[in-house]
């Protein structure tokens, strides 16, 4: 197996397609084609499921995939350190998390201190960014909660109180603060399981013996607050992540400190990697930021 077979591969496992592969590669797409028949055909192994203009992955592309990103990331991490002496002035940094409120200042610090690093961000629930984590496509994750895991290094760096939102015309719009037990029988719109904000809610009535009507359950922000906004009914967002609009009202839980935390993560085994250690240095330096821990 040679290497650019391995890559023509690659680049068609992670675009989706043999047009684009050829593109991110700067070669011509009979190259891409040519190199990856020939690997199939060397190891009597079908990579992908050819349907007209789509590409799919088959089984054993998808493991064989797992294994090229960790190579492909280790190779970048080489390539970086064979560039870079000194400081870090070039190179890509690959953010996951949970949402843009949590990681921005972040992000600022970060480019203030090296505006050489291109740095791209993702977004998705919790176990996303873990995943992301997992399979290399992220350096470092921005996420709410980390479970028990060895597998990754935390540094707990902030926390915020979890607030309700309704609508301008639900019975709560008028109010400044309510207690927990008002949720009783309310209509909930929920995110999706995996969501630290819905787990945080659910433990906190769970605790009060408070039992309310999850009426939805939806993964994206934006429909939540359009459904809100149309009085279905009322859902929790962590207080920095609430952004003010028209038929939008937010409302304190007085007597629950309903609170998510945010961390930073990621794989243990790359903590000392210098572009995820100079992440983790900036952030150390943040007054909310604790000293790093394994999960």
């Not at 020939?38 to 590409?55: A, D, M, P």
């Not at 794989?267 to 952030?283: C, G, H, Q, W």
């Amino acid at each position: 197996m040679r290497l650019t077979q391995l890559r023509s591969f690659h680049a068609v496992a992670t675009t989706g397609s043999f047009t684009a592969a050829a593109q991110s590669l700067h070669v011509s797409q009979p190259t891409v084609t040519t190199q990856v028949g020939q690997l199939e055909e060397l190891y009597k192994v079908e990579l992908f499921h050819r349907t007209g203009r789509r590409v799919l992955t088959t089984e054993v592309g998808q493991r064989l995939l797992a294994i090229s990103r960790q190579m492909f990331s280790l190779e970048g991490e080489a390539l970086q350190l064979l560039r870079e002496s000194g400081e870090l002035r070039t190179g890509h940094l690959r953010v996951a998390a949970v949402g843009p409120a949590q990681v921005t200042a972040m992000l600022a610090a970060f480019h203030q201190r090296y505006p050489g690093i291109k740095v791209s961000v993702s977004t998705g629930n919790s176990q996303d960014v873990l995943d992301r984590l997992v399979d290399y496509s992220a350096d470092v994750g921005v996420l709410a909660q980390v479970a028990s895991d060895d597998r990754f290094v935390s540094i707990p760096y902030t926390d915020h109180p979890v607030v309700i939102f309704c609508s301008t015309n639900h019975r709560f719009a008028k109010r400044k603060s309510i207690k927990i037990a008002e949720l009783a029988g309310e209509k909930l719109i929920l995110r999706e399981q995996g969501s630290t904000t819905r787990k945080a809610l659910e433990n906190a009535l769970k605790r009060a013996n408070v039992e309310a009507d999850v009426v939805m359950e939806v993964a994206s922000r934006e429909i939540i607050r359009e459904a809100v906004i149309q009085n279905l009914g009322i859902a929790t967002v962590s207080e920095v992540e609430f952004v003010p609009g028209p038929g939008l009202h937010a409302v304190h839980i007085s007597d629950a400190a309903i609170r998510t935390h945010v961390h930073m993560v990621c794989l243990a085994e790359r903590r000392e990697t210098r572009m995820v250690r100079a992440f983790f240095d900036i952030v150390g330096q943040h007054p909310n930021a604790l000293a790093p821990r394994h999960r």
